[in-house]
């Protein structure tokens, strides 16, 4: 049985609808991260598990338990929020005893409790600081602890970590996985951040635009976008996604007067059908000129990333990117070619978006 | 805007001399005045310098005006004025900033307004509800017939009283409603961040916990900057305890017992000892304001968080 299920679930704030019916089970002890560009509705499907929003319609049960109609506290979520949210005038360890101080927890086994919980996250010297006195990574980690403290059956985290600079996040990643780990707390985590989300979920919900367009564990996510906003979405940099149609030959017509053969996707083509394909930029090379299938492009400029490098080419009036790792000098303007390997071709819908499946 | 110059200095300072001066004068009579015999204080033109009967006249203002009891009077109806002010308007402005209930603007609105009707705009409805504070009910019941149905069926005549004059409740009941209170708080409250709203319900704290626990603290500075002032405006009270209070040697309060230490027509002009007594009476307004001074200032200006 799984520990969260949400069934139909819809939001309206006055008339209009942001959250169009959505369905997703979470199972147990599993670390789930809901993606989606801002305004997607992710923070809002949040909060209506944690009970800070009205459900509008359908239904969210949590260990079994239908929750619409019940108080936050009443719950077992416990909520980590993106600007801490910390108490300004108690100290860290009051802080994190809140909640055990308001559920009638005796002071014996409350300093205990506080005292394991600071241990786990190192903040044992800073119990009697208060928030306004630690840093943004010490103030972080006193917002997992208080979350932690109540020993929930679900932890909630609404974009914990973009107050924190790039590199404290990647320690309050590593952190949070541990905790994760070593509690194996059913977590949900809402995040825009892609990079986050894949190395953190056990499964990713991407959504957009109130809606749920694809559900899967990163690779299955990363390797078969459902949609052509998935696509776009998750991989940095972005997928090349080319609009055009096939011919009654089968090859691929994009952009203007570029044909591509792909022989690939023999079992879908549809000769005239609006669609959109899509490859990764580790799928384009650099090739030689002679080479089958090679494509004559221009390039447009080139973005140094140290290990590899990024071109940006134009081909037939369509824009190329491709993951380089040659060390040749390449300048701007500098004709090349590039080929496109046609195994890990993508094709989407021109219509709806959704993925043709091959 | 900062400018240094020597001439601008000059002028600055000219300017702040000045209204001290301004300010500080009238009180230098006071205190001159207080420490002359009847004989200095009487002389035309005034000495503007102190004399030695300082004590002679606190001692004999104290013991004509019974300033004792009405000291002790003032301080109980300002105490009591303050805490029930600052109570009555963080639970309105906590109602009205964190419920989000149908007419809370409408609340909001009808509490704003009464900033525009002062004490002694509605002196004689007041007076007439403190003369009778259950008249409201029986007018309800008379209105709606209830007082004819009780009597017709028991026997017994509705008439409900609780007169209010002469009383400490009478003093202080009718003053401790405070739009301008409601107000600070509430534009308090708003600046705390939902976040912290949120985190608390989270924690699985109730409303009252959330005001308890977090407000009530966070607040603090707020308060005792209201507190300075309310004491001071409801020390300073001068009608209200006039009309309220027939009984004057137990009700009396300190600053309507002024007047009638001031020298009448015929009588002896001992202006010497009303100034005294004056002295005694704007003293505790002086000291809380003092000691409040760091809190009032930050509590109104800045917020720290």
Redesign the interface.
């Given at each position: 049985m799984s520990q969260i299920s949400i069934r139909g679930v819809k939001k309206v704030y006055q008339k209009t609808e942001v959250i169009h019916g959505v369905d997703v089970e979470i199972e147990h002890g599993e670390f789930v991260v809901i993606l989606g560009p801002s305004g997607c509705g992710k923070s809002t499907l949040l909060r209506m598990i944690?009970?800070?929003e009205d459900i509008s319609a359908g239904e969210i049960s949590i260990g079994g338990q239908v929750v619409n109609k019940l108080?936050?506290?009443e719950r077992g979520?416990?909520?980590v929020?993106?600007?801490?949210?910390?108490?300004?005038?108690m100290t860290v360890k009051q802080n994190i005893g809140?909640?055990l101080k308001?559920?009638k927890v005796a002071k014996p086994e409350r300093e205990a409790r506080v005292m394991a919980v600071a241990e786990s996250v190192s903040l044992v010297p800073f119990l009697d600081r208060r928030p306004?006195e630690l840093s943004g990574g010490q103030r972080q980690r006193v917002a997992m602890a208080?979350a932690m403290v109540?020993e929930p059956k679900v932890f909630l985290f609404d974009e914990p970590f973009s107050n924190l600079d790039a590199k404290l996040r990647v320690a309050m990643r590593a952190e949070v996985r541990r905790l994760h780990r070593d509690l194996g707390v059913t977590s949900v985590f809402v995040t825009h951040d892609q990079i986050e989300a894949m190395t953190l979920a056990d499964k990713l919900i991407i959504m957009n635009a109130g809606n749920v367009e694809q559900i899967g564990r990163p690779t299955d996510v990363y390797n078969h976008p459902a949609s052509r906003f998935v696509a776009d979405f998750i991989g940095s940099p972005a997928m090349n996604l080319f609009d055009g149609e096939f011919d009654a030959e089968g090859e691929f017509l994009y952009g203007q007067g570029g044909r591509m053969s792909v022989p690939q996707l023999n079992g879908v083509r549809q000769p005239g059908r609006k669609v959109v394909l899509g490859v990764r930029p580790e799928s384009v090379r650099r090739t030689g000129a002679d080479a089958h299938g090679a494509i004559p492009a221009v390039v447009d400029y080139v973005e140094e990333l140290g290990a590899s490098r990024l071109i940006h080419a134009e081909a037939n009036g369509s824009r190329f990117v491709a993951v380089d790792t040659e060390t040749a000098a390449i300048t701007n303007g500098m004709p090349v070619h590039l080929s496109v390997d046609g195994a890990a071709l993508h094709l989407f819908s021109a219509e709806d978006g959704r993925r043709i499946t091959h | 805007m900062i400018e240094r110059s020597p001439y601008f200095d000059a002028f600055t300072y000219a300017v702040m001399i000045i209204g001290l001066g301004l300010v500080v004068f009238p009180f230098w009579v006071v205190i001159v005045a207080a420490s002359q015999s009847l004989q200095e204080v009487s002389s035309v033109p005034i000495s503007l310098l102190p004399s030695d009967q300082l004590w002679v006249n606190l001692s004999e203002a104290w013991e004509r005006g019974g300033l004792g009891t009405k000291m002790l009077n003032s301080m109980i109806v300002s105490v009591g004025v303050t805490i029930g002010k600052i109570t009555l308007a963080a639970m309105s402005a906590f109602a009205i900033v964190f419920f989000n209930f149908r007419s809370r603007m409408i609340c909001f609105w009808l509490i704003f307004i009464t900033l525009m009707l002062p004490l002694e705009v509605r002196i004689v409805p007041t007076y007439a509800i403190a003369a009778n504070a259950l008249m409201p009910f029986q007018a309800i019941l008379d209105v709606t017939g209830l007082t004819w149905l009780v009597q017709t069926v028991s026997g017994v005549q509705v008439s409900l009283n609780w007169n209010l004059l002469n009383s400490y409740t009478g003093l202080i009941l009718p003053l401790v409603a405070t739009a301008t209170g409601t107000f600070l708080y509430r534009q308090f409250f708003m600046t705390i961040?939902d976040?912290?709203v949120?985190?608390?319900?989270?924690?699985?704290?109730?409303a009252m916990?959330f005001f308890w626990?977090?407000l009530i603290?966070?607040s603090r500075t707020n308060m005792l900057a209201l507190a300075t002032i309310m004491f001071v405006s409801s020390w300073n009270q001068y009608l209200w305890p006039l009309l309220i209070t027939t009984d004057r040697e137990n009700f009396g309060t300190a600053v309507m017992q002024l007047r009638f230490l001031i020298p009448t027509m015929n009588g002896t002009p001992d202006w010497n000892v009303t100034m005294a007594a004056a002295l005694i009476i704007m003293l505790p307004p002086l000291l809380v304001v003092a000691f409040m001074q760091r809190w009032f200032v930050r509590g109104l200006i800045s917020r720290d968080?």
């Open positions: 944690a009970g800070l108080e936050p506290r979520c416990a909520m929020f993106q600007n801490y949210a910390l108490y300004p005038h809140y909640a308001v559920a306004g208080r109540r | 961040p976040e912290l949120e985190a608390s319900k989270m924690d699985g704290a109730s916990e626990d977090v603290p966070l968080k």
